[in-house]
């Protein structure tokens, strides 16, 4: 019976974990909903050994180390490991299109770049993930909570995931090979084209537009790398295909459900957030 324990039990990784009907356990940093806290080692230590699947969503700490491989590498064992990063490895390519063979290490995020580089040596499946967006966590949830806004900066493109794609992908990849897998969607495109779309689909205004100088710095980094994330090798290797090939097909399914955080959808959990 396929076991699977997850570290990091946020809003991607419970959506994995729900598509399986078998027994999945995993850690928050503060053990909330049933969870292990990360930090308990013994509870930690007892659930990987009764796992078959490991899977991480846990981000490099702020000292740029992976905190599961710093603390629990020696209990991970043979077993099927997975982790969820981010395409910000690949950095800004100008709007060109990467996919798993093209250099990584040359944008924002050298953490993640090194955390990636070490679950590959483990022999993980590494799924490399842009920007995440689902039920109760879209851009029709920040158009309604008025937190939208666009920057006007033509030929700015990036790439997007329904998080159901990424439970299909990562399920997929239990009969994979090791190495990396690019899990995006077929149509990358500009954030103020998806702000648009998703306003005239729940009949709202544009939201405004707003200089780029006052961004948070870190809203200013995103904005400064410019890719097309290409998903062919999930594609061939995995058998895997998104249900929702594009921003459009991904915002009505979301539009579609009763409530903007429908009482099915994973918690976010800020900690498992991935990019």
């Known amino acids: 019976m396929t076991r699977l324990f997850v570290f990091g039990l946020g809003y ?9 009907d078998w027994p999945t356990l995993g850690t928050t940093h503060d053990g909330r909903n049933g969870t292990i806290r990360f930090d308990d080692a013994d509870a930690v230590r007892a659930g990987l050994a009764a ?38 490895v690949y950095g800004d390519t100008g709007g060109a299109w990467v996919d798993e063979s093209a250099p990584v290490g040359g944008g924002r995020r050298s953490a993640r770049v090194a955390a990636d580089a070490a679950w590959l040596a483990t ?53 994979a090979p ?41 809203a200013r980094g995103f ?4 890719r097309r994330v290409a998903n062919g090798k999930a594609k061939r290797e995995l058998g895997w295909a998104p249900l929702y090939p594009d921003y459009r097909a991904g915002l009505r399914a979301v539009s579609a459900m009763t409530s903007p955080t429908p009482a099915n959808a994973p918690p976010p959990i800020a900690s498992a957030d991935q990019r």
């Open 12 to 20: 991607a990784a419970r959506a994995i974990a729900a598509v399986g």
């Open 51 to 88: 796992a078959t699947h490991v899977l991480s969503s846990v981000p490099p700490d702020e000292a740029g180390a992976d905190p599961v491989l710093a603390h629990y590498r020696d209990a991970l064992g043979e077993r099927w490991l997975g982790y969820l990063s981010s395409t910000g």
């Open 123 to 175: 022999g993980a499946r590494v799924f490399r993930l842009p920007g995440i967006y689902g039920p109760g966590r879209s851009p029709l949830d920040r158009l309604r909570a008025g937190k939208a806004h666009r920057v006007d900066l033509p030929g700015q493109v990036f790439s997007r995931i329904h998080v159901a794609d990424i439970a299909r992908g990562v399920l997929a990849g239990f009969a």
């Open 178 to 218: 090791a190495g990396a897998y690019n899990l995006a969607d077929d149509l990358p495109a500009g954030q103020d084209e998806v702000l648009a779309y998703a306003a005239r689909l729940i009949g709202l205004p544009p939201p405004p537009v707003v200089p780029l100088d006052t961004l948070s710095p870190a």
């Open 223 to 226: 904005y400064a790398e410019n």
